[in-house]
């Protein structure tokens, strides 16, 4: 990369989306690098927007959260910054003023790290483009560069990149797939995946008990942790096949098998942690009551907290939305609940 600057002033502003992993990244194997590889279905509704106005200066920042200046934001992309000003040195010789926003609530106990990462990532890398006599951004370098950006950022960030159903780890089973940046689905995926509907119920609003870090950070002394790899990489290689021949029934068992293993690492971790909540447990039961009653395709995976994401085909809408709104909404936290979807990736916002 050509570090031939022409440091002048401007602005740049992307959105860029949260995503939800059928195949969980949990634990890492060095900085920023995962003892697995993952894969995530990007989301459409939830996300951040973020823009940056930049002149020339000595790496000031100044960041607003919801318009409100954030000082604890601020902290952690001076660091941020700091560690990936090797690789992008014009963060030395510019001042920053960020704006953030989200489009799901602050306090909906949705993890922002992946939206919000992955749209700073892209607004830098756009910077990059614009002060440099390069410009990438049309090309496939521009996204996995900010794909790398965004890892350092956060794991899961590196995934939203790309739109629909993306990527991050070196796996035998994903051509060119790489520990240090993500990639989209290269194969077809079964028409039955096409618009797939992932509705989140928030359980609870609370922060959360343990930090992603922290929680990544316990399976370097959990007994069950190579286990748990080889697990990831057998349910990978299962997840794609049946993501290329539409076999809903596989498709059902790999995602909560995932999604009931990482709950289960955290609760063998020392110190172990239950992050479901009681409503999470009577969510999940009611999931697959219904699912065996009905014959309805639906599935539930969970985050590393206690909200549940419910996900189903488009042509299950009707009869999944029905449940949702009369069995599962009064379970949540304040009836809250966010109707998102699989979605085509972030944008540049002009
Ligand atoms: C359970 O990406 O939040 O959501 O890299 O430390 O920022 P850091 O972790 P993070 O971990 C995400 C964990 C997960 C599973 C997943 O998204 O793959």
């Not at 960041?63 to 910054?81: C, P, V």
């Not at 955290?266 to 009577?282: H, Q």
Request: glycine fraction near 6%; include cysteine; hydrophobic fraction near 35%.
């Amino acid at each position: 990369m050509k570090t031939d600057y022409s440091i002048k002033s401007g602005l740049v502003s992307w959105q860029s989306p949260s995503n939800i992993a059928l195949i969980k990244y949990w634990g890492k194997k060095g900085f920023q690098i995962p003892a697995n590889a993952s894969l995530s279905i990007t989301l459409s509704e939830s996300v951040t927007r973020t823009k940056i106005e930049y002149r020339p200066g000595t790496g000031k920042m100044l960041f607003y959260f919801e318009d409100k200046k954030n000082q604890a934001f601020a902290g952690k992309i001076a660091k941020y910054m700091e560690i990936i000003a090797d690789e992008l040195p014009y963060v030395k010789y510019l001042d920053f003023e960020i704006q953030s926003r989200n489009t799901f609530p602050h306090s909906a106990g949705i993890a922002s790290s992946a939206s919000a990462m992955s749209a700073l990532a892209l607004c830098l890398c756009s910077i990059e483009n614009d002060i440099s006599k390069n410009n990438l951004e049309e090309n496939k370098n521009f996204y996995q560069r900010a794909s790398h950006f965004a890892r350092i950022g956060s794991g899961s960030a590196s995934r939203s990149v790309y739109g629909k159903l993306s990527s991050w780890g070196k796996s035998e089973f994903i051509p060119d797939s790489s520990d240090l940046f993500a990639s989209p689905v290269q194969f077809t995926v079964h028409p039955f995946f096409e618009n797939f509907q992932d509705t989140i119920l928030i359980v609870s609003k609370g922060e959360k008990k343990v930090s992603s870090s922290a929680g990544h950070g316990l399976m370097k002394e959990n007994p069950f942790a190579r286990s748990r790899y080889s697990q990831a990489s057998a349910n990978l290689a299962k997840l794609i096949h049946a993501l290329k021949t539409g076999n809903s029934e596989d498709f059902i068992a790999i995602v909560e098998n995932e999604a009931l293993t990482l709950h289960g690492m955290m609760m063998a971790s020392n110190p172990g942690y239950i992050l479901m909540k009681p409503n999470t447990v009577a969510i999940i039961k009611k999931i697959q009551d219904f699912r065996e009653q009905s014959g309805v395709n639906l599935c539930f995976t969970l985050d590393a907290g206690p909200n549940v994401h419910v996900l189903y085909p488009e042509t299950e809408r009707a009869g999944a939305g029905a449940f949702i709104e009369q069995e599962l909404k009064p379970l949540c936290e304040a009836g809250q609940i966010i109707y998102d979807k699989m979605g085509n990736g972030p944008q540049r916002i002009n």
